[in-house]
Structures are given as structure tokens and as C-alpha cells.
């Protein structure tokens, strides 16, 4: 072929591309822009070459071929003249490298690929790379083909958006050092990022958490610097079994950070040279290897024995809401969507798995203490608060929340002090309120909370710090872990991977914006790049911002040690023979107890009734079951029968069978009542129960025999008599929940000696509760009596609480998008006006999305949660989902949801196409100007821009379609870029919303303009109103959303729409331009 006319064609294409691609680059999709800018360079770069090759120095020929110079490489002319890249030189490498030479400006982050006869050339932040292209068929790319009949294309169909901040973003481990840990001639640095950040092995001495067995994982793979691979293959292996072989996804697709607050500061994202994947759950535990491969044939491997896991963690977190003398508190929001809460606060603890199971709210009317005090009304306490009140600590805390928590670890009974048997990891959440009288004769009612430790947490609230904080406590951590030091986010404390909303977690306060190092306690800290501040560990003032959860991240030496204390625990297992198994760090996995004294539950997971109260062994303070609790998930046990000297309580059930459980038979705590909590199987139908205790107690026949034996008439306490007794006399103590007994060996004394022990004023006699147990066996149980102190029939209840919700391990995720409320479900959707879908588009993205709307085109966020606008052309719907599944396929057609999509509702449902009377210029303009100003569109479209239209600039877009008559129409687009014909019958179709014509809209501004009273029907009709709303009336009460006429003394009539339930004046119309405030949106006049 002659060079002149192929160079002419090139050139020609070129000025084409020129004068008439960009031209309409506005309208383009970003990413499509940019890859017809790298098409035109490799254009030009082409007619280069060929000039070149024209000139007869720059040919080099060897065995009859000839080879054109360029850049220090050889490059084997076609027949047709032009440049390619074979291996016929010096080899594959060499035909690499002579392409980047020869397309020398493709710099990071495009990428190029060698494919003999041409190049493939395609950019990190589109999505994909050389090998999806192959193997996936993803087509997003620019190609060079010298056999190819147009030669340099673009291919556009799969592009992910182009995003220019995080091109422009901080790579916030980019420039730290890399530690290699792999085998092989690929040197990579490991990283499994989960609710926090671990890597393969030697985590403990870093201070960070090991990787969790059984929880979804980032994967992160960072080349050594200098090695930038064009692509990485993983093969995933489970005890030597490939599992699965993929791409790990570009660097620049990482995700993107949780950043919440925006100001002019770069973005960060977690690096912009790493590759990543997502882990499923299942496959992250002892036995998963990695073998990672680069496109050019580099190899690393990940064994087995080099992964370091830790405990598949299992969290239950019952909770209950309790009024004391009053309501109980209103249902808080992880109590209202708990999947969804439950799901973000799953992202911030080491756990494989949490369990929140549900209480139907409790109001006590009668209070019993643990001393035998009755309150009805009030309770009397110089100071109650959030932190303060008998009734919180006595009831709540004590008898409530470690009830349930020891009714759940099969313990029937215990003493009043706030004890549990800690069988397994629990935290058991309450809430409360009580009636208190203070010390000034003031009677209120105070919300306790912000407690937390010894297996419950009490909450205010239940989104913020205070619940990290608190469940913190619960599980061992102190205030300042490891000091101020240890307490802050820095360059080395992790980032976390939030797997129910696809983001990265980041260690930075987005709030905190410094120049340089700002102090912190006793500390200064140095921020990152010398103005961004981090974020605190919730055991430190839990400083954060986040776009996607509530709650803040723990640094890595927090979690470390959460996560310790968690694999100190036993986890309640059916399959074990004990029903308990606990972690083996040497074998990584979980093992069954082989002997235990904890009772193995019988039923799990259950619904439950849980049985409360006091009862005294002595007879003497007010015994009392509280009315039952009603739980959604608990524990039965066999519990065990009583013997001789405890007190016991006697269950019926409705099919008249009864169960007769053993209850501590002595005092536990001085002169306080004992405490008694079991669960009964709800669907066992329990009716009745009644709590005896012998008539003669054990403790008392004991109590007697040792003042017999020591020749004394009463015991004695420290500080009876000034620390003055006479020799012999007996003393008791209590001590962690224990009664110890003292015979004295001298007439004066100071303290008791430790636990146990004697010394020269004391004689350790023995624990009165051990004394107890070996009298018992001598004791007949008839002997001792019986008492009734106390019964309680219950009532029936039909009313369940909500189920329980399992967050982690493949559940939950789900749940929490089945939970988001449909469009019907939004109470406040009915009183809001959309006079376009570009209007409820933004209402969407605000309510579902955190202001984002993916449409599957430009927007296309693959995460469970992710909000969705698709166009249905077999209904002719504006539709609305939330994908449950990254996998999700095509959007059902029906309005129904599928096991991929929820639907949440329809546009059309919501938006008015009728012209809004109020919103509509009635000037004298011409109704292109009218339409345009309406739908705020600088210009209308005609049918031959169709297919210009985007997702991003032009979405909804109004086009105009002069007809024969002279008359122009009005529609709107439903899919950009996507359109038949006009319809011709003034009605919609697939591809069109039919607005309106020049008659009928000439119709409508002479009917509004000529009679106020026609007017003001159209606008009652278009806001579907009886009437306006006159000031007022209701006691200034209104309905939001509705319009309110306001005849003003300018001699117009002003329009006002409610924006609250109660409101004050109307703004002035003639103070501002827009007349609005709080109360009022000022829409128009006439």
C-alpha cells in the first residue's frame, strides 16, 4: 500500500477526531473522553512512525527485512507500512519494551500491553485490565491492530467512571517501607485488612490484631517499590486444593475511603499501587495459601504455615429496654434496624461472627430491692443521673441485665452483688429509665446509662462513641490503652475494611484539620501529610468521621487485645460433648473442652421466657418475681434439682407437666436477698412459678453450731467496738462475693488477714458458703421445712420481640437491606413535591445512598447496600433498588425484589409531569424559554442529539420536536444516549415521557393568567389539596408539605409551603429574593 495515502487517511482522522469528537465532549462520559484523547495520541503517534519510515536513515535491514529505528529499539515493518512489536528482534521482553518505547507518554495509570501485531493500552481506574480483557471479555481500552481495518479503536462498553480525585489522592501506606512476604521471584508485601489490619504472620509484635478465622477479607498485595505489575493472577488453595483463580483488582480501583467531612484537602485513599480482592469467609482459616502471578510471568507464594489466624470470635448481645416506676425508653436505633447498625458495628470489633437477639420491653411498676424495699411511686436518692441511682445498679444492672446474661450460661441463682458466671462471650445491652425523688425533694425521671464492663453495657444511646466505648470495656479495656500513645491513630495503627458497605475504614478525623503536630494528652502528635488529623481509639475519646458507619475505629493495639481476651473465652459449641470448645493457637482452630462444671444448654438460640427476682433463705427481706421478660434468642438448660438446704423453684407448663429447679439455699451477700434467673422455653407454655426455701435454713443450723462451738451469742463485724473484742469472738467477712469466718486471738486488732489466711490476731475458721456444702450431705431435706416466699402466675402474652440477627460469616448483610424501608414505608415521601426526576433522583441518593445513585453505566459501586436507578422499558418505569449481592445480575422487571435487588419503588409514583402552576413562568416568553427555565436546562435537545445525552451531564434531559404543523413538543429522555422516535399520539412510550405542546402549554399560561381563581384550582389539583392552608389555624399546627396563601399589603397573594408540624410568621416576600426560613419555602405570587 502507497504511505501517502495511509498517512493522509491517519491525518484525516485525526482533524475528524479533532473537529468533531471534542465538540461534543461535554456531553461524554469521562472515562470515554479520555480514552478517545489516548486514541488520538496513538493516531498521531502512528503518522510519526510513518513519516519516519519514509526516510531511509531510519531503516535498518536485516536478512532481507526492513526495521524502522525509533526510541533505541527495532520495529518490524508491516507490508501496509506501519510499526510493530514482534518477538522476532530479541525476544518477548524486547517486543515489550520496544512498544512502551514506541508509545512513550502512556505513563501511570495507563498501562500497555504487547499483543504481537498491536497493543492493547487501558487505564487502572477504568476497571479492568489485559487479562479480563482476555479471559472476561471486558471491553474498555484503546487498540492498536495493524491488522485491524480501523486500526487504532477504542472500546467503551464495560468503562468504570473516571474519577479525577483519586487520581489526584494520597496513597496513605504508598510511602512507607515494604516488608516482602512471599517466596518466589515476586517480592510483595501481605496484607488481610478486616476490622482492622493484620498481616500474614508476626502481628503480636506490631501490636496488631491477627487475622480473624471465618471473616470476610481484603486482600492487599503491594509490590516492592520500583515493580509496578501490569496485572496480578491469584490462585486461592485450601489444604492444597485450588479453590478459585482470578484477577486481583487494578490499584486504582481500590476502595474508597470513608471519608465523611469535604473540604479542599486531597483525598487518601489506603494506596494507589496495590492490588486487591475480596476473601470470602468461608475460605479465610488454617489451610488457605496464595500463589500470586504477575502478567509478565513473576511468581510468589503465601503458604500455609506462614498465616498467623486467630479465633473465629462469636459475640451474643441480648438487649433490653426497662422502665422503672415509669415507661420504658423509646426503641433506639440499633434496637429499630438492628441488621443495619448491627452490620456497622460489626466492622469495628475482631469478631467472626455477633448475634443481636431482642427483649420486648419492661415497665416495673413495683420495684423490690435486693434489701427487701418496696417502691411504687418513686425511689428516693440524693442524686440520680446517667451514671447514678439505686434502681439502676439493684435492678437494671444486677438483677436484670446479669440475669439474663446468667440465666443464658444455665445459672439458676446467685447473690445480689453484680456477678456472672462468664461462660462464654456475652454483653447483655440495657437501656433504662427510672422515677427518682433527689435530695431536694424533686421527683423525675432520669435515663441511666454510659456504663460498661463485667459483661453488660447500660446505653443513652445507641450510635456514637458511647457504644464503642462501653462494649470496649466489657471486653477488658480500660480508659487510655497503653496511654496517649497507644490511644491515637497514626501511620501505623491500621486502617479497617468495612465489608457491609464496600469502603475503606480510615484512621484519619476528618474533622481535625492542623498544620502540623497538635497535642493529644501529654503527647504531640504528627499528623499525615502535615494537615490531616487522625482519628482516636474509642477508649480515648473515640475522635472520628466516617461517610458509612456510626461508630469509630479501634487501633490495632486496642484490638490486639480485644481480640486476646476473646480467644481467652470458651464458645458454646453443640457438637462438643461439654457443648463448650475453646482455641488452640498452635493449631489454629477451635477444640472441645473435654471436662467442664458449665451446664451444656439443651436448646439454643431459642425463644425465651426469662424468670427474675429476689428471694431471702432467711425469710426476712420481701421476696419477689419480677413479671417475665421475653426474649428472642436464649439458652435452656437442664437445670439441676434442689438438695438438701437450698430453696427451689417449681415451673408448670401448660401440658401440666412441672420442673423443679435448685436455687442457692444461703445468703450470698450479707443481708441481702439472692437473686434467681433461669430461662424457660417459651414454647413450652410456662404458667406459673413459685420459689420456696426450707423453713429452717442450712445457714442457719450452721450459723448456730459455730457460735455453739465457739461459745458466742452473735458474729461480729470489723468495725463493731472500736477494733476492740475479747478473745475468741467470731467475725465475718465478705470478700468477692464470699462470707470468710475469723475467731479473734487477741483483745485488740487491725485488718483481716488475705483470703484464707491467719495471722497473730486471727484464726481463719473457713468460707461459711464451704461450711455449708459439707453440713449438707448430713441434713435430711424434709426435715427443714417449707416456706412459700413468693409466686407469680404468668400472663399471657401473645407478642414476640423481633427476631435475633446474626451479623458475619455470609449473614446479615442481607437482612440489613431488606430492613431500608420501601418508598411506601417513607412517612414523610407522601408530603414531598417532585416536579422532575432529576429532583427525586437527588431525594434517593440523600435517603439510600449517602448521596450517591449508581445507574449501571457511569455509577456502577458493587457493594450490598449500593442504591440503584435502572429504566424499565417493559413498564415504562423510573425504577429504584438496593443490590444485596456484589454478584447481583439484572434487574427484575415486575416492581418486585429478588434474592439480588430490593425494590424500593418507582419515580413515576412521585414526580408530577403536569407543569407545577407555582413553578411555571407566566411571563410573556416563548415556551422554549418557559420549558428550559422550568427544568433548569440551559438548552433543549433536538432528536438528532439523542445519543449525546449522559448519565452524568445530561440525565432526564427535555428535548424539542418541531412537528410539520409548526408546533413544537416537549418529552423527556428516559435512558441517555438511548431513543427511537418521537411518539406521534401526544403520549409516552418506552423511550419518551411526553410533556407537552405549544397549544396546550399556551392553553395553560392563558388560564393562569387571566383568572386567579382558575389558578389556584390548578394549584390545589397539582399539590393535591382541598384548600390553602390558612395561618393559624390548628393552634399553628400543620401538615408538611402543605401550601399556605398569605394576601400580603403589596396587593399579591404570596405562596408559602410548610416545612414544619408548627410554625411561626411568614417571611416578608419583598425582605430577599427567596423569602424563605425554618418554618417556610417561599414558592411564588400572583
Keep these: 500500500m502507497n504511505i501517502k495515502p495511509i498517512a493522509v487517511a491517519v491525518s484525516a482522522l485525526l482533524c475528524g477526531y479533532s473537529g468533531a469528537s471534542f465538540a461534543t465532549s461535554s456531553t461524554q462520559n469521562e472515562a470515554v473522553q479520555h480514552l478517545e484523547k489516548m486514541k488520538a495520541k496513538v493516531l498521531q503517534r502512528v503518522v510519526e ?99 485491524d481495518k480501523d486500526l487504532v479503536s477504542t472500546a467503551t462498553k464495560d468503562c468504570l467512571p473516571y474519577n479525577a480525585a483519586l487520581i489526584d489522592a494520597h496513597g496513605f501506606i504508598d510511602d512507607q517501607p515494604i516488608v516482602n512476604h512471599l517466596n518466589g521471584d515476586l517480592a510483595a508485601q501481605i496484607r488481610f485488612i478486616q476490622n482492622q489490619t493484620a498481616e500474614p504472620a508476626g502481628n503480636d509484635e506490631k501490636d496488631q490484631q491477627r487475622i480473624v478465622s471465618q471473616r470476610e477479607a481484603l486482600l492487599v498485595l503491594t509490590p516492592m517499590v520500583n515493580h509496578e505489575p501490569k496485572s496480578i493472577e491469584l490462585k486461592i488453595y485450601k489444604d492444597g486444593v485450588l479453590l478459585e483463580s482470578r484477577q486481583m483488582t487494578n490499584p486504582l480501583q481500590i476502595l474508597e475511603s470513608d471519608r465523611a467531612k469535604q473540604d479542599d484537602r486531597k483525598d487518601v485513599v489506603y494506596s494507589k499501587r496495590s492490588f486487591t480482592t475480596v476473601l470470602p469467609w468461608n475460605w479465610v482459616e488454617q489451610g488457605l495459601s496464595l500463589q500470586f502471578e504477575t ?164 446505653l443513652a444511646n445507641t450510635t456514637g462513641n458511647e457504644v464503642t466505648h462501653e462494649i470496649g470495656h466489657a471486653l477488658s479495656m480500660g480508659h487510655y490503652p497503653g496511654g496517649y500513645a497507644n490511644a491515637t491513630h497514626g501511620a501505623t495503627t491500621g486502617w479497617g475494611y468495612d465489608a457491609y458497605r464496600g469502603y475503606m475504614a480510615d484512621n484519619l478525623n476528618w474533622q481535625s484539620n492542623v498544620d502540623g503536630q497538635y497535642a493529644y494528652g501529654d503527647i504531640m502528635v504528627t499528623p499525615y501529610k502535615t494537615h490531616y488529623g487522625y482519628g482516636t481509639d474509642p477508649m480515648g475519646g473515640g475522635g472520628f468521621d466516617s461517610s458509612t458507619s456510626s461508630y469509630p475505629l479501634f487501633t490495632g493495639y486496642s484490638s490486639k487485645r480485644i481480640q486476646h481476651y476473646l480467644e481467652s473465652k470458651d464458645y458454646l459449641d453443640a457438637t462438643s460433648n461439654s457443648g463448650y470448645s475453646h482455641w488452640n493457637a498452635v493449631t489454629q482452630q477451635l477444640e472441645a473442652v473435654a471436662t467442664t462444671t458449665k451446664l451444656k444448654p439443651v436448646q439454643q438460640g431459642v425463644d425465651v421466657m426469662t424468670v427474675v427476682g429476689f428471694y431471702d433463705p432467711q425469710l426476712t427481706n420481701t421476696s419477689y418475681i419480677y413479671p417475665a421478660l421475653y426474649g428472642s434468642s436464649g439458652n435452656v438448660y437442664d437445670l439441676p434439682q434442689p438438695i438438701a438446704g437450698q430453696c427451689w423453684a417449681t415451673v408448670t407448663y401448660g401440658d401440666n407437666s412441672e420442673q423443679i429447679i435448685g436455687l442457692e439455699g444461703a445468703r450470698k451477700n450479707g443481708g441481702l436477698s439472692n437473686k434467681l434467673h433461669f430461662n424457660l422455653a417459651r414454647d413450652r407454655n410456662p404458667q406459673t412459678v413459685t420459689v420456696e426455701c426450707p423453713q429452717i435454713s442450712l445457714e442457719t443450723i450452721v450459723r448456730d453450731e459455730l457460735l455453739a462451738h465457739y461459745d458466742q451469742e452473735r458474729f461480729y463485724d470489723w468495725d463493731d467496738n472500736n477494733r476492740r473484742g475479747n478473745i475468741g469472738d467470731v467475725f465475718e467477712y465478705h470478700r468477692n462475693g464470699r462470707v470468710e469466718l475469723f475467731a479473734l486471738k487477741t483483745t485488740t486488732y487491725w485488718y483481716f488477714p488475705g483470703s484464707g489466711s491467719s495471722n497473730y490476731q486471727w484464726e481463719f475458721i473457713g468460707y461459711l458458703d464451704q461450711i455449708i456444702a459439707d453440713k449438707q450431705p448430713t441434713v435430711d431435706f424434709d426435715a427443714l421445712g417449707r416456706v412459700t416466699v413468693d409466686s407469680r402466675t404468668f400472663v399471657a402474652n401473645t407478642e414476640y420481640p423481633a427476631k435475633a440477627v446474626t451479623i458475619g460469616k455470609g449473614q446479615g448483610y442481607d437482612l440489613a437491606i431488606e430492613s431500608q424501608p420501601l418508598f411506601t414505608e417513607q412517612s414523610d415521601l407522601e408530603n414531598l413535591d417532585f416536579e422532575t426526576m432529576n429532583q427525586f433522583d437527588l431525594w434517593v441518593a440523600d435517603r439510600y ?113 418541531p412537528t410539520a404543523e409548526g408546533v413544537n413538543e416537549y418529552f423527556i429522555q428516559r435512558t441517555p444516549a438511548q431513543g427511537g422516535e418521537f411518539p406521534t399520539n401526544k403520549a409516552s412510550n418506552r423511550d419518551w415521557i411526553y410533556l407537552a405542546d405549544d397549544n396546550s402549554l399556551n392553553q395553560l399560561i392563558l388560564e393562569m393568567s387571566t383568572n386567579q381563581a382558575v389558578f389556584e384550582q390548578l394549584v390545589l389539583d397539582w399539590y393535591k389539596q382541598d384548600s390553602f392552608g390558612n395561618w393559624g389555624d390548628n393552634g399553628k399546627r400543620g401538615n408538611v408539605g402543605d401550601i399556605y396563601d398569605y394576601h400580603f399589603h403589596d396587593g399579591k397573594t404570596h405562596y408559602y409551603r410548610l416545612k414544619t408540624t408548627r410554625y411561626g410568621y411568614f417571611p416578608w416576600p419583598s425582605e430577599s429574593a427567596d423569602p424563605s426560613n425554618g418554618h417556610w419555602q417561599y414558592i411564588s405570587h400572583y
Aim: hydrophobic share 35%; net charge negative; aromatic share 12%.
Design 849 to 961: 445512598g449517602k448521596g450517591e445513585l449508581n445507574n449501571g453505566v457511569t455509577h456502577k459501586r458493587k457493594r450490598a447496600g449500593a442504591v440503584y436507578v435502572h429504566i424499565n422499558t417493559e413498564l415504562n418505569t423510573r425504577d429504584y433498588f438496593l443490590m444485596k449481592t456484589i454478584t447481583a445480575g439484572e434487574f427484575p422487571t415486575n416492581h418486585h425484589s429478588n434474592n439480588d435487588w430490593k425494590y424500593l419503588g418507582s419515580a413515576e409514583s412521585y414526580v408530577n409531569f403536569d407543569f407545577n402552576p407555582l413553578k411555571l413562568n407566566r411571563q410573556n416568553l416563548s415556551n422554549i424559554e418557559r420549558v428550559k427555565n422550568y427544568f433548569e436546562q440551559s438548552a433543549l435537545f433536538t432528536w438528532d442529539q439523542r445519543t449525546t445525552t449522559t448519565w452524568d451531564s445530561s440525565n432526564s434531559a427535555v428535548f424539542i420536536n
Design 49 to 147: 512512525t510513518q513519516e519516519l519510515i519514509e526516510d531511509p536513515t531510519n531503516i535498518e535491514v536485516r536478512d532481507g527485512k526492513r526495521f524502522l529505528k525509533y526510541n533505541g529499539y527495532l520495529y518490524s515493518i508491516t507490508s501496509n507500512n506501519l510499526p510493530s512489536f514482534m518477538p522476532f528482534v530479541d525476544g518477548f521482553d524486547y517486543a515489550d519494551r520496544s512498544a512502551e518505547a514506541m508509545f512513550d507518554f502512556i505513563q501511570a495509570p495507563w498501562k500497555l500491553v504487547n499483543q504481537m501485531d498491536g497493543v492493547y493500552i487501558y487505564n487502572d481506574q477504568f476497571g479492568y485490565n489485559y487479562m479480563e480483557h482476555i479471559d472476561n471479555g471486558k471491553q474498555c481500552n484503546v487498540q492498536y491492530l495493524v491488522g
Design 295 to 458: 502478567y509478565t510471568g513473576l511468581r510468589g507464594e503465601l503458604a500455609a504455615d506462614d498465616i498467623d489466624f486467630a479465633a473465629p470470635a462469636h459475640l451474643d448481645l441480648p438487649m433490653i429496654r426497662i422502665g422503672m416506676l415509669t415507661e420504658p425508653p423509646a426503641a433506639k436505633p440499633l434496637e429499630l434496624k438492628t441488621a443495619h447498625y448491627g452490620s456497622e458495628l460489626f466492622q469495628r470489633f475482631p469478631l467472626a461472627s455477633m448475634t443481636f437477639s431482642h427483649y420486648l420491653p419492661i415497665k416495673l411498676d413495683k420495684i423490690v430491692m435486693s434489701n427487701g424495699d418496696i417502691k411504687t411511686e418513686y425511689s428516693d436518692y440524693a442524686s440520680p443521673g446517667v451514671h447514678s441511682g439505686d434502681m439502676r445498679e439493684d435492678i437494671t444492672k444486677s438483677l436484670i441485665q446479669l440475669g439474663i446474661a446468667n440465666a443464658n450460661y444455665g445459672v439458676a441463682s446467685s447473690g445480689a452483688s453484680q456477678w456472672q458466671a462468664d461462660n462464654y462471650p456475652a454483653i447483655v445491652i440495657g437501656h433504662s429509665i427510672g422515677r427518682y425523688k433527689n435530695d431536694k425533694g424533686e421527683v423525675g425521671v432520669y435515663t441511666h446509662g454510659l456504663s460498661g464492663g463485667n459483661g453488660m453495657v447500660l
